[in-house]
């Protein structure tokens, strides 16, 4: 019994080897995972102190109960019924096709990474590439909406950088969830934005069961009080002017508005840029008639590197201002009051409009349109602008803060140093670029087209 046992030295290490990995599974991973977890619920319960709107417990919970707890909602499983039937597959095979696209669409929020990694490197790299502004904002507004109802930002779509400004400019008042595009769903990309609460969703999806699926999580989030972000353009301007709205999540949200105990608040947000960064990528979309794009890996990565350059040797400057507006609060069930049945195309034009009201009037936009309409000289823009800034004024519309002679030549040095226009007295777009121009110029045309004043 007590005798020596000889084995080979590979039947040796492969019991050490699985001795190891019983004692991880069982007790090293079990305390690793509860010692990190207490960790972050000790981080939220400080952050839930000071935030306006404290990380509701849903955006909490785990990503696995989560997906089970969507696959297993009746309105999912009567679409997995439905599914199987019109397609004649095994209704098994429709449960496994439902749980696929709930995995893709479920984020696993860690509050860790959104506000000790996520916010920091978005306010840094802000504040790297842009002079940063608020624009129209009027603080009793958000701080009057109902503490248990749940706040769904609404903003135009002008650059990626949207979602990294407004993450950073709402991060005092709460996380966001984003719906997020199939662009971001790449390794290791698509991990990180997961990681921040965002969800993927597939705007071009036309199959029942995904759109089912979809809508029940973003339903849920809803009746959880979870704080949400989207665009309801549901892409990327490629012309400069705000498109028109898409009403697919805005028909979610409505869809479960009757059942729905908390009220829905849509904050409207207005974005405008001095510089686009993907502008000529946009352009040339919109002129092939195509959303599909994809930037140009090796110009990306030059550009990058060009500006790392830039900034370890301090000669970086801002591409101009950012600015923000935030509009006044449109409440769901104000809203709905008295009315038979919500019509989202009517709720989605009275977003827009709100949007549209607080998108910033910038130098670079002002420029380009006086440029556009035949200015060729600094005296001749510093008048059109004066007279533009002073119309827009008396609508209410969000201006720069410096004089007309400061904006124009701002503006100028920044599109001299683009090489859009020419240089010397005499003023002009450079042969090719007044698409460029318009695209800048389109931000604020609705301001003048139609001045929007009121809420």
Not at 188 to 195: A, D, K, Q, V
Not at 360 to 378: K, T
Not at 436 to 455: K, M, Q, V, W
Request: glycine share 8%; aromatic share 10%; with cysteine.
């Amino acid at each position: 019994m007590f005798g020596t046992v000889e084995i080979p030295i590979w039947l040796f290490a492969l019991i050490l080897l699985f001795a190891a990995v019983t004692f991880a599974s069982h007790f090293l991973f079990p305390s690793v995972r509860w010692f990190f977890r207490r960790r972050a619920e000790r981080l939220v319960a400080r952050l839930n102190t000071r935030l306006q709107r404290p990380i509701e417990p849903f955006k909490l919970a785990r990503r696995h109960d989560m997906i089970q707890r969507l696959i297993y909602d009746p309105a999912v499983t009567e679409a997995m019924v439905e599914h199987a039937r019109k397609e004649g597959v095994p209704e098994n095979v429709a449960f496994e096709q439902a749980k696929a696209y709930a995995r893709e669409i479920v984020p696993s929020f860690s509050a860790t990474a959104y506000f000790t990694f996520g916010t920091r490197l978005a306010r840094w790299l802000s504040n790297s590439l842009y002079r940063i502004r608020l624009g129209r904002f009027d603080r009793d507004d958000p701080d009057g909406i109902a503490p248990d109802a749940t706040v769904i930002y609404v903003i135009n779509h002008r650059s990626n950088m949207d979602y990294v400004l407004v993450t950073w400019l709402v991060s005092e008042t709460s996380a966001l969830s984003y719906a997020v595009g199939e662009w971001a769903r790449v390794w290791p990309l698509s991990s990180m934005i997961r990681s921040m609460g965002a969800y993927f969703i597939r705007r071009r999806s036309r199959g029942a069961l995904y759109r089912r699926v979809l809508a029940r999580y973003v339903q849920l989030a809803t009746d959880g009080g979870v704080t949400q972000a989207i665009f309801p353009e549901g892409g990327l301007s490629l012309d400069g002017r705000a498109q028109p709205p898409r009403l697919g999540l805005l028909s979610y949200i409505i869809d479960g508005a009757a059942r729905r105990a908390r009220d829905v608040v849509f904050v409207p947000v207005g974005l405008n840029y001095d510089r686009v960064l993907e502008d000529g990528i946009l352009i040339a979309a919109g002129r092939a008639g195509r959303r599909r794009f994809r930037p140009p890996i090796f110009r990306a990565l030059f550009g990058i590197g060009a500006y790392l350059l830039r900034f370890v040797t301090f000669r970086t400057r801002p591409y101009g201002v950012a600015s923000v507006g935030f509009g006044t609060p449109l409440s769901l069930r104000e809203w709905s009051a008295g009315r038979e049945e919500v019509a989202v195309e009517a709720l989605a034009e009275e977003l827009m409009r709100r949007i549209g009201a607080v998108i910033p009037v910038l130098p670079v936009p002002l420029v380009a349109r006086a440029i556009l309409r035949g200015a060729r000289s600094e005296t001749e823009i510093e008048a059109m602008v004066d007279a533009d800034m002073a119309a827009l004024a008396a609508c209410g519309a969000s201006l720069p803060r410096r004089g007309p002679r400061d904006v124009v030549a701002d503006a100028l040095r920044i599109l001299r140093e683009r090489r859009l226009v020419t240089g010397g007295a005499e003023i002009a777009p450079v042969a090719g670029k007044a698409p460029i121009l318009d695209f800048y110029a389109a931000s604020i045309a609705h301001h003048f087209e139609r001045p929007l004043t009121g809420p």
